[in-house]
């Protein structure tokens, strides 16, 4: 029963990840496109633009890995792993898991939060914007936060032998 609920949760979650990653691709894109209209049509570039399509690119570039690694889209390479028993594959599954949990702990979550921190405690302010960079680089911990969950999602599903829609989800 409880493994129902997170997994509603997850599913909620990851949805509102997916529209979340769309939505400011959109902005990108018409973020993009006004900047150069500005520049080579109107004569003078829009100041904010540059900044913006760079806070909106580490954006799309960390939660799109979370989306990438929420549908197993993201880069692996398992060739030899596949030539192995089925057994052996789960070990080294598990231990990839494991090994990508530590690592988003440590480096995403607790180095993120931590760049954050520091960043806002600093006060820097993008110019032309005049946003604090610290909330730039949220988008580090919260992608974090998302690859630990799908992992452990990844986990459970190895562990049971079932996926996610195996399991009601």
């Known amino acids: 029963m409880m493994i129902r609920l997170?997994?509603?949760i997850k599913q909620?979650?990851?949805?509102?990840?997916?529209?979340?990653?769309?939505?400011?691709?959109?902005?990108?894109?018409?973020d993009v496109l006004w900047g150069?209209?500005?520049?080579?049509?109107?004569?003078?570039?829009?100041?904010w633009t540059e900044e913006l399509a760079?806070?909106?690119?580490?954006?799309?570039?960390?939660?799109g890995a979370s989306v990438a690694f929420a549908s197993k889209a993201h880069l692996g390479v398992d060739y030899f792993v596949g030539?192995?028993?089925?057994g052996a594959q789960k070990l080294i599954e598990s231990a990839v898991l494991t090994i990508i949990i530590l690592f988003t702990a440590f480096?995403?979550?607790?180095?993120?939060?931590?760049?954050?921190?520091?960043?806002l405690a600093a006060g820097q302010l993008l110019p032309a914007m005049?946003?604090?960079?610290?909330?730039?680089?949220?988008?580090?911990?919260?992608?974090?936060?998302?690859i630990i969950l799908f992992s452990v999602e990844q986990?459970?599903?190895l562990a049971t032998g079932k996926t996610t829609a195996e399991r009601g989800e």
């Open 155 to 157: 986990f459970i599903e």
């Open 83 to 86: 030539k192995l028993d089925p």
């Open 130 to 146: 005049g946003f604090k960079v610290g909330y730039m680089y949220l988008a580090v911990p919260i992608s974090g936060l998302f």
């Open 36 to 47: 150069v209209f500005s520049r080579y049509v109107l004569g003078a570039q829009s100041r």
């Open 6 to 8: 997170l997994l509603k």
């Open 12 to 30: 909620g979650l990851s949805k509102l990840l997916d529209w979340t990653v769309i939505f400011l691709v959109a902005v990108l894109v018409l």
């Open 54 to 63: 760079t806070i909106l690119l580490i954006w799309v570039s960390l939660l």
């Open 107 to 119: 480096a995403f979550v607790g180095g993120g939060f931590t760049l954050v921190s520091k960043t």
